[in-house]
Nanobody
Framework: QVQLVQSGGGLVQAGGSLILSCGAS????????MGWFRQAPGKEREFVAA????????YYAHSVNGRSTATKDNAKNMLYLQMSSLKPEDTAVYYC???????????????WGQGTQVTVSS
C-alpha cells in the first residue's frame, strides 16, 4: 500500500505560482504511476497530470499544459506539482494519487492524498 500526504497550496493571486508537494510512504513508491487531479466546487474531479513510474515522462491536461510541471522523485518518495501563470479557474482542491497504470481516469487510481485547497484570486 501507499499512503500519500499533501502539503502546499493556499491563496495565490492570478498570474502567480505555487508548488504542491505529496509525500508517499511505503517501499514500493517507484512501482506506481503518480497523478494529480483537482476538483472545483460543483464540478467533477478532473485530471491535471500523470507521470510514468520512473518519472521520465509526464502528461498534462490541456488546461494546464505549458503552465505546470509535475515531477516524481523516487529516491525521496516525493511528488511535486509546480504551477505558474495561475488563473481563477485553477481554483480547486488538488489531489495526488497513485495508480498501476498511466491514465487520466480518476477511478483507476487506488490511493489518494487528503487534498489541498488552491484558491486563485483575480
Amino acid at each position: 500500500q501507499v499512503q500519500l500526504v499533501q502539503s502546499g497550496g493556499g491563496l495565490v493571486q492570478a498570474g502567480g505560482s505555487l508548488i504542491l508537494s505529496c509525500g508517499a510512504s511505503g517501499r514500493t513508491f517507484s512501482r506506481y504511476v503518480m497523478g494529480w487531479f483537482r476538483q472545483a466546487p460543483g464540478k467533477e474531479r478532473e485530471f491535471v497530470a500523470a507521470g510514468s513510474k520512473d518519472g521520465g515522462a509526464t502528461y498534462y491536461a490541456h488546461s494546464v499544459n505549458g503552465r505546470s510541471t509535475a515531477t516524481k522523485d523516487n529516491a525521496k518518495n516525493m511528488l511535486y506539482l509546480q504551477m505558474s501563470s495561475l488563473k481563477p479557474e485553477d481554483t480547486a482542491v488538488y489531489y495526488c494519487a497513485a495508480s498501476d497504470v498511466v491514465t487520466t481516469t480518476f477511478s483507476l487510481y487506488d490511493y489518494w492524498g487528503q487534498g489541498t485547497q488552491v484558491t486563485v484570486s483575480s
